[in-house]
């Protein structure tokens, strides 16, 4: 199974400054077809997981242009431009290349 | 808009089978773009994949749990369903359903989730 490896696993920032969340894995994510299914959810609080970010780059329909996704192969990134109060929750990183799909460990977001 | 709902006991005896179901409304469960799934996350952990079906029946399991799971799915009913057998305390977690696109004839990006269901197995 391909392994997902966030970093850090829990992320203090303040209101208006940036974040930024780190996903790599264990192999390449680049599938035959040529897309990379690497994704990133957004969980808040006693809430389901919720689809910001899809192969790598793309923002989901109704994600505020504050998130952001990068990166290819095996090292991947999400970025917040300017946190704000409602982004505070857990986020993972999921692979959809190579079967089974996986997840990573999450992420927390909180507010100093 | 798409919104699917998980229902099914929330208490299962150990060595019993978990059994739920999943409607989904505002689209057909029939699309031939989209596969529908099941996760779930133990309280306070993660998420695993369990497994996807396609609306003809095609599925897909995570091998860590192909032994004990069934999907099924009736279209007529917009429904589709998981079955976990010999449940232990382990199988305790909040169980989601969870639509998938597809990609190159298989489920890829899980886009549409429902809001979960507390399964817990105890005696």
């Known amino acids: 199974d391909i392994v997902m490896t966030q970093t850090p696993l829990s992320s203090p920032v303040t209101l208006g400054q940036p974040a930024s969340i780190s996903c790599r894995s264990s192999?390449?994510?680049?599938?035959?077809?040529?897309?990379?299914?690497l994704s990133w959810l957004q969980q808040r609080p006693g809430q389901p997981p919720r689809l910001l970010i899809y192969?790598?780059?793309n923002r989901f329909s109704g994600v505020p242009d504050r998130f952001s996704g990068s990166g290819a192969g095996t090292d991947f990134t999400l970025k917040i431009s300017r946190v704000e109060a409602e982004d505070v929750g857990v986020y993972y990183c999921t692979q959809a290349t190579q079967f089974p799909w996986t997840f990573g460990q999450g992420t927390k977001v909180e507010i100093k | 808009q798409l919104q699917l709902q998980e229902s099914g006991p929330g208490l299962v005896k150990p060595s019993e089978t978990l059994s739920l179901t999943c409607t989904v409304s505002?689209?057909?469960?029939?699309?031939?773009?989209?596969?529908w799934g099941w996760i779930r996350q133990p309280p306070g952990k993660g998420l695993e994949w369990i497994g996807s079906?396609?609306?003809?029946?095609?599925?897909y399991y995570n091998p860590s749990l192909k032994s004990r799971v069934t999907i099924s799915v009736d279209t007529s009913k917009n429904q589709f369903s998981l079955k976990l057998s010999s449940v232990t305390a382990a199988d305790t977690a909040v169980y989601y359903c969870a639509r998938q696109v597809g990609g190159s004839y298989r489920p890829r990006e899980l886009d549409y989730w429902g809001q979960g269901t507390l399964v817990t197995v105890s005696s």
């Open positions: 079906i396609y609306y003809s029946g095609s599925t």
């Open positions: 192969k790598i780059s």
């Open positions: 192999q390449s994510l680049v599938h035959s077809d040529g897309n990379t299914y």
């Open positions: 505002g689209g057909s469960i029939s699309s031939s773009s989209y596969y």
